[in-house]
């Protein structure tokens, strides 16, 4: 009979710990879900992707949405609060208040609107890289 | 504030949402950048051709 311990496997190490930390993590801070697997340029590259993405569309005097009166407005708040802390940042600070009235403006709040999409799928991808559903 | 052109706006959409799909999509980086590089120049080249189809239907 052998007396060697039994090592851990890679696998049971990698399910240790709170599981849902990197899919709030990259909700709230866009990228931040890659950074907590150690996964530093992926996470560094959808950071710059996303966050850029959402200046972007308030510098273009995007709106963004703060109440759902009809299910139009209603998708729209559900994208808006895909981007996480800057939502609430933004909403605090007072950004993306103004009524859309130019094209670009219309633009810039389907690029608010898309940006918190993409961070739905990139921290949906970090919870996936936690669990093994996606092998690296 | 600014003011991009409607062309330089679809480019910057689809340089940033092409990137997330990519590394969202595949594995390894390689199939990233390829499927990034496919995803991206599907945005730009349907955008062109609606464009030109809506341009003859407005005619």
Redesign the interface.
Do not use: G
């Given at each position: 009979m052998s007396t060697a311990p039994n090592k851990p496997s890679q696998a049971k190490q990698t399910q240790q710990g709170f599981v849902y930390l990197p899919l709030i993590a990259g909700w709230l801070i866009p990228g931040a879900g890659h950074f907590v697997l150690g996964k530093w340029i992926?996470g560094a590259?959808?950071a710059v992707?996303?966050i850029?993405?959402f200046i972007?569309g308030l510098?273009?005097?995007g709106k963004l949405y703060t109440s759902a009166q009809d299910i139009l407005d209603m998708l729209g708040v559900a994208g808006d609060l895909g981007s996480g802390l800057l939502y609430f940042i933004s909403r605090i600070m007072g950004l993306g208040g103004e009524p859309v009235r130019?094209?670009?403006a219309d633009?810039g709040t389907?690029?608010i609107v898309?940006?918190g999409l993409?961070n739905i799928?990139?921290a949906?991808?970090a919870h996936n890289l936690r669990t093994g559903r996606?092998?690296? | 504030m600014i003011h991009p052109s409607h062309f330089t706006a679809v480019l910057l959409f689809a340089l940033f949402a092409s990137t997330v799909f990519g590394i969202t999509m595949r594995d390894t980086p390689r199939r990233m950048f390829r499927y990034g590089a496919y995803c991206f120049i599907l945005f730009i080249g349907s955008t062109i051709v609606l464009s030109w189809v809506m341009f003859l239907i407005a005619r």
């Open positions: 992926r590259i959808l992707c996303i850029a993405m972007l510098a273009m005097q130019t094209t670009v633009y389907k690029f898309v940006a993409l799928i990139a949906v991808d996606k092998a690296s | -």
